[in-house]
């Protein structure tokens, strides 16, 4: 393993309780037990438990659930935290809060939330607090994130890992279910409720800067219920607040370049000297070897803040016995944003020095060093993101018992999804980078947890101030980008449920139509502005500037547990708020350089669906032994329509020796494209009492979950510049969508048995196996897009095939530095005889080019393709259903009360394996498919609820997981170091009425980690730290 893994000694609590369905999409054979379940008013963790084992125990298939321990007190703050004790749930964290879920290793877009039995929209822009690949996270999910979501409001989660006829197509992993509280249930006439207030310490504010924040944030929370006398009308209204504020320090590298080793060593493609005079330990002894070498490495110091809303009302109102309506409406908003500051190193290559790990497979470059012939830029780049995400419901419903055996249900809602930036100036990420044109020397090691920088500075003027050391006269600007990416979705949905009763043992007939709509809009404008550029043309000009805004601090100082190891220069960083030195630097370039839109998009995809279902559920008894089967056919039908607004872009220029920017056109161009699918999707739930504390169980289903939306778009676009010039191997990128994919169709086999041995305990072990087609894969084709040319593929006839020609006769290497130059000069002099007169004056000793010079050119030429140049041949790829996948594995839960004594211990574990990973041999040119998510996980807790002290102790556990894959240009995966956290909670009854409490997260600061195709290979490492909440409740 990468770092050492801490075994945290504690025990579970997998708080799974809840009444089985209560709304008309779900499945009602669960409402007897439900409404004698709901009767039971009994507060704490022990009678919490005590529901939610008869309701694993008396129902059909397998469906797990939490509730509300009290009216407003749910067991965890978040909702993903309290999930992720139930079996086969793991969870997706940012900022150490949880976000999303993975259910039997199928991640948060093969998983399907409804709001009380309601198709719930999804929108999502993951900028705050991601690694450098967020700035740029398009909202192209159906994935819900669960942090929306305030915990109080919540009376009970429901997790449907079989299909049912009666509940929603779209998980293949599960359906959760979110119910909320409405005003006839289980209430009594006056008015209840509950309010509450915490203050949360996030020990992470410990490291703040400045004035930034508060070390203790509030939560407040309060829950009404009023019911007339009659019980015949009621309304319930809940509101919550809660703020947090913030810090957090993490590392990450850009990409990892892939080559075979033989690609590595040819001087030729800029990664070693000629003739030997780089320096490689140990060198791979298979030329086909993959060998991995960084781009860059960084380190990040983040401070931030999360704000979040909630409120809900409902009105019930029966005129009749037999008949009651129910409107009832959501709203929640989520708003973050962090102001994040780097400190990065990049390499101008070649390199003087390599050490690679003896991976066989894939050797990574563990130590790299170079010495350059004159400077170049420590980037200090600063950084804010800011989004908004809200969340709007409201519904309809109406419940008649046309006769004591007759029930219909009509249900209908509006909901709607919007993730959108939050910054002032409309962005959901804004980029400034600045850097210090004055590294003579550094190298980069990757043998611990993150990488440690080591370089010397030479800040002799033009190129710095000329003091000896790094400060801030010594900053030049570069560029500034902008990100502002958004998206939403509309659901409107009307169903209608009937249940006809066929006994008075259970036995019953249920039907229904649903039909629903859904409008999803992706949009995205990015833009870039040129200010010193990448080169750095006008060093001190951050000084003159913008010099009130830049402070100077350590940045490496922040770290506790990952260590950079810094000392000297590293020492010295650089912070401001991103878009104070945006607005002041911009003015200044902009009659030169004005912005430009480099990247606009415009996806919107329509789905209808219609569907209907029948069900039959049967109660009888098998041998003497009580048995009830459910079955039934879901039959759907859903028409996909996409729409693209594509910005045909006019240019790719080529601004440095590894840069390129697309230069948005001003030509417009639709694109759409139509889908359409049938499925129909049997189910089987049997259910027999071997005896009576030993239950059996098996289950068959079919179940799909739609294509992501990014995979629908009709556009065509360029995610991908080339990371070098394609002459020396540079590979662009193109894509495309595919809106006639069909969803993915999983065949579903459970089989279970639960011993309850007494009271409150039990010992339950289930196995699954899913057999899915349709997997979207990849289709890759060579075409160009557009009509763009490359400027730097040394076509014939070309301005870089001029410069290739040209290095080649003097003996230079044909790096990316020396291939842009040369041509950059051709451009320049339109003579390659003057380019190489110019090229050989500004060479020193030993052959190389004078890294001043180059740095000047780089900042003042950018070169534009003509027509001598060769189109670009892009890799473009597709989504295609193309892939299938077989995953298996097993489930164990127990829960154990020692008598009366007020303690009880409770575990759960869960081993998934399946044939669909990522191959890590496997060539970089290429796309993989592989499923995310799948993972391990376990969990343990001890429990105690006695004489109104109600604590716990909880461990969750989730193995190494696939975050994503083809990532970069080398199409690497993003895998996710195995993480375990320990929470405890506590709560005391002072009175029947009055309650406090004491909370603790992630007590032994478990970190984040991520990395590619080995665990030196970092994309992101995390420091994540305690967080503490100390409330009160009050209950009436």
């Given at each position: 393993?990468k770092?050492?893994?801490?075994?945290?000694?504690s025990?579970?609590?997998?708080?799974?309780?809840?009444?089985?369905l209560?709304t008309?999409?779900?499945?009602?054979?669960?409402?007897?037990?439900?409404?004698?379940?709901d009767?039971v008013?009994?507060?704490?963790?022990?009678?919490s438990l005590?529901r939610s084992?008869?309701?694993?125990?008396?129902?059909?298939?397998?469906v797990?659930a939490i509730?509300a321990?009290?009216m407003?007190?749910?067991p965890?703050?978040?909702?993903?935290?309290?999930?992720?004790?139930i079996?086969?749930v793991?969870?997706?964290?940012t900022n150490?809060e949880?976000?999303?879920?993975?259910?039997?290793?199928?991640?948060p877009?093969?998983?399907?939330?409804?709001?009380?039995?309601?198709?719930?929209?999804?929108?999502?822009v993951?900028?705050?607090?991601?690694d450098?690949?967020?700035?740029?996270?398009?909202?192209?999910?159906?994935?819900?994130?669960?942090?929306?979501?305030?915990s109080e409001?919540?009376t009970?989660?429901e997790?449907y890992?079989?299909?049912r006829?009666?509940?929603?197509?779209?998980?293949?992993?599960?359906t959760?279910?979110?119910?909320?509280?409405?005003?006839?249930d289980?209430a009594?006439?006056?008015?209840t409720g509950?309010?509450?207030?915490k203050?949360?310490?996030?020990?992470?504010?410990?490291?703040?800067?400045?004035?930034?924040?508060?070390?203790?944030?509030?939560e407040?929370?309060?829950l009404?219920?009023?019911?007339n006398?009659?019980?015949t009308?009621?309304?319930?209204?809940?509101g919550?607040?809660?703020?947090?504020d913030f810090?957090?320090?993490?590392?990450t590298s850009?990409?990892?370049?892939?080559?075979?080793f033989a690609?590595?060593n040819?001087?030729a493609?800029g990664?070693?000297?000629?003739?030997?005079?780089?320096?490689i330990v140990n060198a791979?002894?298979?030329?086909?070897?993959?060998?991995?070498?960084?781009?860059?490495?960084r380190y990040?110091?983040?401070?931030?803040?999360?704000?979040?809303?909630?409120?809900?009302?409902?009105?019930?109102?029966?005129p009749v016995e037999n008949?009651?309506?129910?409107?009832?409406?959501?709203?929640?908003?989520?708003k973050q944003?962090?102001?994040r500051?780097d400190?990065?190193?990049?390499?101008n290559r070649?390199f003087d020095k390599v050490?690679?790990?003896?991976?066989p497979?894939?050797?990574?470059?563990?130590?790299?060093?170079?010495t350059?012939?004159?400077?170049k830029?420590m980037?200090f780049?600063?950084?804010?993101?800011a989004t908004?995400?809200?969340?709007k419901?409201?519904?309809?419903?109406?419940?008649?018992?046309?006769?004591?055996k007759?029930k219909?249900?009509?249900d209908?809602?509006?909901?709607?999804?919007d993730?959108?930036?939050?910054?002032?100036?409309?962005?959901?990420?804004?980029a400034v980078a600045?850097g210090?044109?004055?590294?003579?020397s550094?190298?980069?090691d990757?043998s611990?947890?993150?990488?440690?920088?080591?370089?010397?500075?030479?800040d002799?003027a033009p190129?710095?101030n000329g003091?000896?050391k790094?400060?801030?006269?010594d900053?030049g600007?570069q560029v500034?980008?902008?990100?502002?990416?958004?998206?939403?979705?509309?659901?409107?949905?009307?169903?209608l449920d009937g249940?006809?009763?066929?006994?008075?043992k259970?036995s019953?007939?249920?039907?229904?139509?649903?039909y629903?709509t859904?409008?999803?809009?992706?949009t995205?404008?990015q833009t870039q502005?040129d200010?010193g550029?990448?080169?750095?043309?006008a060093?001190?000009?951050v000084q003159k500037?913008?010099?009130?805004l830049?402070?100077?601090?350590c940045?490496a100082?922040?770290?506790?547990?990952?260590n950079?190891?810094?000392s000297g220069?590293?020492?010295?960083s650089?912070?401001?708020?991103?878009?104070?030195l945006?607005?002041?630097?911009?003015p200044?370039?902009?009659?030169v350089?004005?912005?430009q839109v480099?990247g606009?998009?415009?996806?919107?995809v329509?789905?209808?669906?219609?569907?209907?279902y029948?069900q039959?559920?049967?109660?009888a008894?098998?041998?003497?032994?009580p048995t009830?089967l459910v079955?039934?056919v879901?039959?759907?039908?859903?028409?996909?329509k996409?729409?693209?607004?594509?910005?045909?872009?006019s240019?790719i220029?080529?601004t440095?020796?590894n840069?390129?920017?697309?230069i948005?056109?001003?030509?417009?161009?639709?694109?759409?494209?139509?889908g359409?699918?049938h499925?129909?999707?049997?189910?089987?739930?049997?259910?027999?009492d071997?005896?009576?504390n030993?239950?059996g169980?098996?289950s068959f289903?079919?179940?799909?979950?739609?294509?992501?939306?990014?995979n629908?778009?009709a556009s065509a676009?360029i995610?991908?510049?080339?990371?070098?010039?394609?002459a020396?191997?540079?590979?662009?990128l193109?894509a495309s969508?595919?809106?006639?994919?069909?969803p993915?169709i999983?065949?579903?086999f459970?089989v279970?048995?639960?011993?309850y041995?007494?009271?409150s305990?039990?010992i339950?072990?289930?196995?699954?196996d899913?057999?899915?087609?349709?997997?979207?894969?990849t289709g890759?084709?060579?075409?160009?897009l557009?009509?763009?040319?490359?400027?730097?593929?040394?076509?014939?006839?070309?301005?870089?095939e001029?410069?290739k020609n040209?290095?080649?006769?003097?003996?230079?290497?044909q790096?990316?530095?020396?291939?842009?130059?040369?041509?950059?000069?051709i451009?320049?002099?339109?003579?390659?005889?003057?380019?190489?007169?110019?090229?050989q004056?500004?060479?020193i000793a030993g052959?190389?080019?004078?890294?001043?010079?180059a740095?000047q050119?780089l900042?003042?030429?950018?070169?534009?393709?003509n027509?001598?140049?060769?189109?670009y041949n892009f890799?473009?790829?597709?989504p295609?259903?193309n892939k299938?996948?077989?995953i298996?594995?097993?489930?164990i839960?127990?829960?154990?009360?020692?008598?009366?004594t007020?303690f009880g211990?409770?575990?759960a574990?869960t081993k998934?394996s399946?044939d669909?990973?990522?191959d890590?041999?496997?060539?970089p040119?290429?796309?993989?498919?592989?499923?995310?998510?799948?993972s391990?996980?376990a969990n343990?807790t001890l429990?105690?609820d006695?004489?109104?002290l109600?604590?716990?102790v909880?461990?969750?556990?989730r193995d190494?997981?696939?975050q994503?894959?083809?990532?970069?240009?080398?199409?690497n995966p993003?895998?996710?170091e195995p993480?375990g956290q320990?929470d405890?909670s506590?709560?005391?009854?002072v009175t029947?009425?009055?309650?406090l409490s004491f909370?603790g997260?992630?007590?032994?600061?478990?970190?984040?980690?991520?990395y590619?195709?080995?665990?030196?290979?970092?994309?992101f490492?995390?420091e994540l730290?305690?967080?503490f909440?100390l409330?009160?409740?009050?209950?009436?």
């Amino acid at each position: 393993m990468k770092r050492l893994r801490r075994l945290h000694a504690s025990a579970s609590c997998v708080a799974i309780t809840a009444a089985v369905l209560a709304t008309p999409a779900f499945a009602q054979q669960a409402q007897d037990n439900q409404n004698t379940v709901d009767q039971v008013i009994i507060t704490g963790i022990r009678a919490s438990l005590e529901r939610s084992i008869a309701i694993k125990r008396d129902n059909s298939g397998v469906v797990d659930a939490i509730s509300a321990e009290d009216m407003g007190k749910f067991p965890d703050t978040n909702l993903a935290e309290s999930l992720q004790r139930i079996t086969g749930v793991s969870i997706d964290r940012t900022n150490g809060e949880g976000s999303q879920v993975t259910v039997r290793g199928f991640g948060p877009s093969f998983n399907l939330v409804t709001l009380n039995g309601r198709s719930m929209p999804t929108a999502k822009v993951a900028a705050v607090g991601g690694d450098q690949s967020s700035d740029s996270a398009a909202g192209t999910s159906r994935s819900f994130d669960f942090s929306n979501l305030a915990s109080e409001g919540v009376t009970t989660l429901e997790v449907y890992k079989t299909g049912r006829a009666a509940v929603p197509s779209g998980g293949i992993g599960a359906t959760i279910n979110v119910k909320t509280r409405r005003p006839l249930d289980n209430a009594k006439p006056g008015l209840t409720g509950s309010i509450g207030v915490k203050g949360a310490y996030d020990t992470s504010m410990d490291k703040k800067v400045d004035d930034f924040g508060s070390k203790i944030t509030p939560e407040a929370s309060g829950l009404v219920n009023w019911v007339n006398d009659n019980e015949t009308f009621g309304v319930t209204l809940f509101g919550s607040y809660q703020k947090r504020d913030f810090t957090s320090r993490s590392a990450t590298s850009n990409d990892w370049n892939m080559r075979t080793f033989a690609q590595f060593n040819d001087p030729a493609n800029g990664f070693v000297r000629a003739g030997g005079a780089t320096q490689i330990v140990n060198a791979p002894s298979n030329p086909n070897t993959l060998v991995a070498i960084p781009n860059d490495s960084r380190y990040h110091f983040a401070q931030g803040e999360r704000e979040r809303i909630n409120g809900q009302a409902s009105v019930q109102y029966r005129p009749v016995e037999n008949f009651k309506v129910t409107l009832d409406g959501l709203y929640a908003q989520n708003k973050q944003f962090e102001r994040r500051n780097d400190s990065s190193n990049w390499f101008n290559r070649p390199f003087d020095k390599v050490v690679f790990d003896t991976n066989p497979v894939v050797a990574t470059a563990l130590l790299t060093q170079e010495t350059l012939s004159g400077t170049k830029d420590m980037g200090f780049e600063q950084q804010y993101r800011a989004t908004k995400d809200t969340l709007k419901s409201i519904g309809l419903n109406a419940d008649w018992d046309v006769t004591d055996k007759f029930k219909l249900t009509l249900d209908g809602h509006i909901s709607k999804a919007d993730s959108r930036p939050d910054a002032s100036n409309g962005a959901s990420s804004t980029a400034v980078a600045i850097g210090a044109p004055i590294i003579a020397s550094h190298q980069v090691d990757y043998s611990g947890e993150i990488p440690v920088q080591t370089f010397t500075i030479n800040d002799a003027a033009p190129r710095g101030n000329g003091n000896g050391k790094l400060d801030i006269g010594d900053l030049g600007s570069q560029v500034a980008r902008t990100w502002a990416e958004r998206q939403r979705q509309d659901v409107k949905e009307i169903r209608l449920d009937g249940r006809w009763d066929l006994d008075d043992k259970g036995s019953r007939f249920d039907f229904g139509v649903d039909y629903r709509t859904s409008k999803m809009i992706q949009t995205n404008i990015q833009t870039q502005q040129d200010l010193g550029t990448w080169g750095i043309s006008a060093p001190g000009d951050v000084q003159k500037y913008a010099g009130s805004l830049v402070k100077q601090f350590c940045l490496a100082c922040q770290f506790d547990d990952f260590n950079p190891k810094q000392s000297g220069p590293g020492l010295v960083s650089f912070r401001a708020n991103a878009l104070d030195l945006y607005n002041a630097l911009s003015p200044v370039y902009k009659a030169v350089n004005p912005v430009q839109v480099t990247g606009q998009d415009d996806n919107r995809v329509k789905e209808d669906i219609a569907a209907a279902y029948a069900q039959v559920t049967w109660k009888a008894e098998l041998a003497g032994m009580p048995t009830e089967l459910v079955t039934g056919v879901r039959y759907e039908t859903t028409k996909t329509k996409s729409t693209s607004l594509v910005r045909v872009p006019s240019n790719i220029i080529w601004t440095a020796d590894n840069d390129f920017s697309v230069i948005a056109g001003n030509t417009y161009q639709p694109v759409s494209g139509k889908g359409s699918y049938h499925n129909l999707l049997p189910s089987m739930d049997f259910r027999i009492d071997l005896r009576d504390n030993l239950t059996g169980r098996f289950s068959f289903s079919r179940t799909i979950a739609r294509p992501e939306y990014g995979n629908l778009f009709a556009s065509a676009s360029i995610p991908g510049n080339p990371n070098r010039p394609t002459a020396n191997g540079g590979i662009p990128l193109g894509a495309s969508g595919n809106p006639g994919l069909a969803p993915l169709i999983s065949d579903n086999f459970d089989v279970s048995l639960e011993w309850y041995y007494k009271p409150s305990s039990y010992i339950s072990i289930g196995f699954f196996d899913k057999q899915v087609t349709n997997f979207v894969g990849t289709g890759t084709q060579m075409q160009n897009l557009f009509g763009l040319r490359d400027a730097s593929a040394a076509g014939p006839g070309s301005r870089s095939e001029a410069a290739k020609n040209a290095l080649s006769g003097i003996g230079a290497s044909q790096t990316d530095v020396n291939l842009f130059t040369m041509t950059a000069l051709i451009q320049q002099t339109g003579s390659v005889a003057a380019a190489t007169a110019q090229y050989q004056a500004h060479r020193i000793a030993g052959g190389d080019l004078d890294q001043t010079y180059a740095d000047q050119i780089l900042a003042a030429i950018d070169i534009t393709p003509n027509s001598s140049d060769p189109l670009y041949n892009f890799q473009v790829s597709k989504p295609i259903n193309n892939k299938t996948g077989k995953i298996h594995g097993f489930e164990i839960a127990a829960q154990h009360f020692f008598g009366d004594t007020g303690f009880g211990v409770a575990g759960a574990y869960t081993k998934v394996s399946g044939d669909v990973g990522f191959d890590n041999a496997a060539n970089p040119n290429e796309d993989q498919f592989a499923l995310l998510g799948l993972s391990d996980t376990a969990n343990a807790t001890l429990i105690y609820d006695k004489h109104g002290l109600s604590a716990r102790v909880a461990y969750n556990w989730r193995d190494r997981f696939l975050q994503a894959t083809n990532r970069g240009g080398g199409r690497n995966p993003v895998n996710v170091e195995p993480f375990g956290q320990v929470d405890f909670s506590v709560s005391y009854d002072v009175t029947p009425k009055l309650s406090l409490s004491f909370e603790g997260i992630n007590l032994t600061n478990e970190h984040l980690r991520t990395y590619a195709r080995d665990e030196n290979e970092l994309w992101f490492a995390q420091e994540l730290d305690r967080r503490f909440l100390l409330g009160a409740r009050y209950r009436f």
